[in-house]
């Protein structure tokens, strides 16, 4: 059993109604048929939602997503329309709030790894693939691959797993030339991220993407290359053979998988309230990651 700690009461606004309380986003549609996207602060890990809050993470997730879409609109189009606060909205929406184009969305997570890590690494020392696709013998832990590899997954249900699945099963669920457009887009927009990063001294080791369709127009959606969406690692620090330091919630998991926490996470109970110092050093870590990939300070 996995899910909400405690499933929060979603926000009535008059003109909006609610579609979907996600692990982080709540979800509208406004009376043009647009749909509103709001980023809480809500935390997740070991696919529990957990009881506490980070402060600003919506907001942080929200602003370096808008920065990204900047930088990658001349690869493939957003859905965003507008930051403009819908009309009786609470103020604390400020900030974390996207009105985004309605689109047709396809069913898979569109992965992209430069880096092997992760559940990559879990299967690679079982049968040196990833994702069905061969890798070479001696690869570590953070070891850098030959050329970045896209392993799609299949979406799951809040609490679940999301399940990696081969290219082929993408495209026999999407057809070959959705597919194949799936692929080159994500790869195509990692290699952009991943220069960027670099240039600011910041790995990215890995990534996640959701798209949808404008009509024929595909389109990126949902977040992009935030601490939530991807590993970003420090590159002064890379030291493959080990588990990185990174911009994301590892503060958090570090913390439920200790003694200290008392929570066993093979159980069926749901994890604890966070201390204040694990509050305070996650929202430092995705503060810096937005300061230091777009150069501004955050406020």
């Known amino acids: 059993m996995s899910g909400f700690v405690e499933k929060p009461e979603p926000v009535q606004v008059p003109g909006l109604v609610h579609l979907h309380t996600g692990k982080v986003r709540d979800l509208y549609r406004d009376e043009d048929g647009n749909l509103v996207m709001v980023a809480s602060d809500r935390m997740s890990a ?79 020392e079982q049968s040196r693939t990833v994702c069905g ?67 600011r001294g910041i790995i990215l080791a890995d990534t996640k993407f959701e798209f949808g369709f404008a009509g024929e127009e595909l389109v990126i959606a949902d977040e992009v290359l935030t601490p939530d969406s991807s590993r970003f690692w420090p590159a002064d620090q890379w030291q493959p053979g080990r588990a990185q330091p990174s911009y994301d919630k590892q503060f958090v998991r570090d913390w439920l998988t200790s003694a200290e926490s008392g929570w066993d996470r093979k159980s069926e109970q749901p994890p604890p309230a966070l201390p204040q110092r694990i509050v305070d050093a996650t929202r430092a870590k995705y503060v810096e990651a937005y300061e230091r990939i777009t150069g501004q300070p955050w406020s």
């Open 133 to 199: 696709l061969a890798l070479p013998e001696g690869l570590v832990d953070g070891s850098e691959l030959p050329a970045p590899i896209f392993t799609p997954a299949a979406k799951a249900a809040v609490g679940e797993h999301d399940e990696n699945v081969s290219y082929e099963e993408v495209a026999r669920q999407v057809g070959p030339e959705t597919a194949a457009l799936l692929r080159r887009t994500t790869l195509a927009v990692y290699g952009r991220a991943r220069d960027i990063a670099r240039e």
């Open 46 to 124: 070991y696919d529990w939602v957990l009881p506490t809050e980070i402060p600003d993470k919506g907001r942080v997730l929200t602003q370096l997503s808008l920065w990204w879409f900047d930088q990658l609109a001349d690869l493939v189009p957003h859905h965003v329309i507008s930051t403009d606060l819908p009309a009786g909205a609470p103020a604390d929406w400020a900030g974390r709030t996207l009105v985004c184009r309605s689109l047709e969305m396809v069913p898979v997570e569109c992965v992209a790894r430069g880096y092997l890590t992760g559940s990559g690494l879990a299967e690679y």
